[in-house]
C-alpha cells in the first residue's frame, strides 16, 4: 500500500464562522479521531493537501500525518468534503490505525489481458469491481490482478481465481461471479420488431377467439 506524509496543525477555533476563515486563508478544516484517540480538531494546507490527493488517485494509503510538535499519527482518509459548486475542499476525516493490527480495506479488481470470447462476439460482463480484504496496512496491495485472456463464450471467473497475496485474507464469498462472457444481445431495433410481431400474432389470436361463430 502507498504511503505519504501530510503535515497538519491543531485548530482551536471552531464553528461555520471559523471554518470559512481558514478557507479563505487557504487552509482545510480536518479532524482525526479512531477507536483509541479522541478527537482532534486540525487544519491543512489545502493547495499542499490536494496536490497528494492528485498524486493518490482515490487508491488506499497509509497517511502519515504530521502534527505540529512533533507528533506523528497513521491514519487513513476516512472523509473527504467537497464543496459541490466550486469543487474544492471543504472538509476531511482522517482515521488513526497502528500498523501491526490488520483493517478492512477495499481494493479495486484490475482486468488484465484481452478475452478470447470477446474476439468470439461475447460481451464482458463485468459483476464487480473491487473485493474486501483484510491484512496490516503495509500488506495490502493497490489492486488484485486477474486475468482474463482465457475466457471463452460462456465462462466466468470468481473470486477464488484471484491470487491473494498469503499475508492478507478474502472477505468476499470465493464463488462470487467477478467476470462472465455473456453471448451478445440482439439489437435494440430486431428486438422491437420480434415484440410488435408476438403482439400482433397475440391479438390475432384472441380476435379469432371472441369473434362469434357465425350462423
Do not use: W
Not at 488513526?96 to 460482463?125: K, M, R
Not at 469491481?129 to 496490516?136: E, L, P, R
Amino acid at each position: 500500500m502507498l504511503q505519504v506524509d501530510v503535515t497538519a496543525r491543531v485548530r482551536s477555533n471552531f464553528g461555520k464562522g471559523a471554518a470559512r476563515s481558514l478557507r479563505r486563508a487557504g487552509q482545510t478544516p480536518a479532524v482525526l479521531y479512531g477507536p483509541k484517540t479522541d478527537p482532534i480538531a486540525l487544519e491543512l494546507d489545502t493547495r499542499s493537501f490536494t496536490k497528494t490527493l492528485l498524486g493518490l488517485k482515490r487508491r488506499n494509503a497509509v497517511v502519515t500525518l504530521d502534527v505540529e510538535g512533533g507528533d506523528k499519527r497513521h491514519v487513513l482518509i476516512r472523509e473527504l468534503q467537497v464543496d459541490p459548486v466550486q469543487d474544492t475542499l471543504t472538509h476531511a476525516d482522517f482515521y488513526e490505525i497502528h500498523l501491526d493490527e490488520p483493517s478492512i480495506f477495499s481494493v479495486p479488481i484490475q482486468y488484465e489481458g484481452n478475452a478470447v470470447g470477446v474476439e468470439l462476439g461475447g460481451e464482458l460482463s463485468i459483476h464487480i469491481a473491487s473485493v474486501d480484504i483484510q491484512g496490516k496496512p503495509l500488506d495490502i496491495p493497490d489492486f488484485i490482478p486477474l486475468d482474463i485472456s482465457s475466457l471463452e463464450l460462456g465462462d466466468k471467473l470468481t473470486c477464488s481465481d484471484m491470487s491473494i497475496p498469503e499475508n492478507v485474507s478474502l472477505l468476499d464469498d470465493a464463488d462470487k461471479v467477478c467476470i462472465a462472457i455473456v453471448t451478445a444481445s440482439a439489437e435494440p431495433e430486431e428486438l422491437e420488431e420480434e415484440e410488435v410481431e408476438a403482439a400482433e400474432a397475440e391479438g390475432d389470436s384472441e380476435s379469432q377467439e371472441e369473434a362469434p361463430a357465425s350462423e
